[in-house]
């Protein structure tokens, strides 16, 4: 039976759990349940950030391929639903901190990447599976994220790559004992959960566009957002908190 499990333990953090046994595969409604989720933080300005991990020991499997024959789908038409999911996820207001805390296989790598920041257990261990199964996966997100060089090494080999070479690699920024994941990510979570949302909102944004502009485009886009920023009232509360040495309180305005 799979479901997807979401809850607020953490105000301002919503966690989103992937709950198909055995291995977390996504298939076609538990993928329609993930974009319905997006959809939704993206409309609730109470979720500040989002905390993406999975059940058992593993993070995501990928497509669920057995379910896809069973369906006599056609691998393009899984594929599509897949990839709207992932670019709703990748495309989400707020930030997402994937807690891979087992593996990530496939399309589970990719929904990996498709998050802001990664942080792993220490038992995890990622795999770019295309080439295994005669398909072809991550070749954009992955040699941006870590580069050409190890990006190859990946994906042409599908091979697994452990939490110590993914740190290395810099496709995560931490990793912990598995009993301590989900504590470091809700409390990376919470962290940013307390900084001005907008501010956050526009960072996001523009950072997710930094590969794709020249310098003058970077220079109007931030100009614009800054305008913004710049005249809102966040940004008089921190200020005013600076001045008198107090934490500033932000209400999205």
């Not at 040699?143 to 070479?165: D, F, Y």
Request: hydrophobic share 45%.
């Amino acid at each position: 039976m799979s479901n997807l499990n979401i809850s607020k333990p953490v105000d301002g953090v919503t966690v989103i759990e992937i709950d198909a046994p055995p291995a977390n595969a996504l298939g076609h409604e538990i993928r329609s349940r993930m974009i319905e989720a997006f959809e939704l933080i993206d409309l609730d300005y109470t979720t500040r950030a989002v905390v993406l991990t999975g059940t058992g020991k593993s993070f995501c499997a990928g497509d669920d391929l057995k379910e896809a024959r069973q369906r006599g789908e056609t691998g393009s038409k899984s594929l599509g639903q897949f990839g709207k999911m992932l670019n709703k996820l990748e495309g989400l207001r707020v930030p997402v901190i994937g807690a891979i805390n087992g593996h990530a296989i496939g399309g589970g790598l990719e929904l990996a990447l498709c998050c802001d920041i990664r942080i792993a257990s220490t038992k995890a261990w990622l795999l770019g599976a295309g080439v295994n199964v005669g398909l072809m996966a991550s070749v954009y997100r992955l040699p941006r994220l870590i580069g050409i060089g190890p990006a190859k090494s990946m994906l042409l080999t599908g091979g697994r790559v452990n939490a110590a070479e993914a740190l290395r690699f810099g496709l995560v920024t931490a990793i912990h004992e598995p009993d301590a994941l989900m504590a470091e990510a809700l409390k990376l979570a919470a962290r940013i959960a307390t900084r001005a949302p907008l501010s956050v909102e526009a960072s996001k944004r523009m950072i997710s566009q930094a590969f794709d502009l020249d310098p003058a485009g970077s220079d109007r886009a931030s100009g614009q957002e800054l305008k913004v920023l710049s005249r809102s009232k966040d940004h008089k509360a921190a200020l005013m908190a600076f001045a008198n040495k107090e934490e500033p309180k932000f209400s999205r305005q």
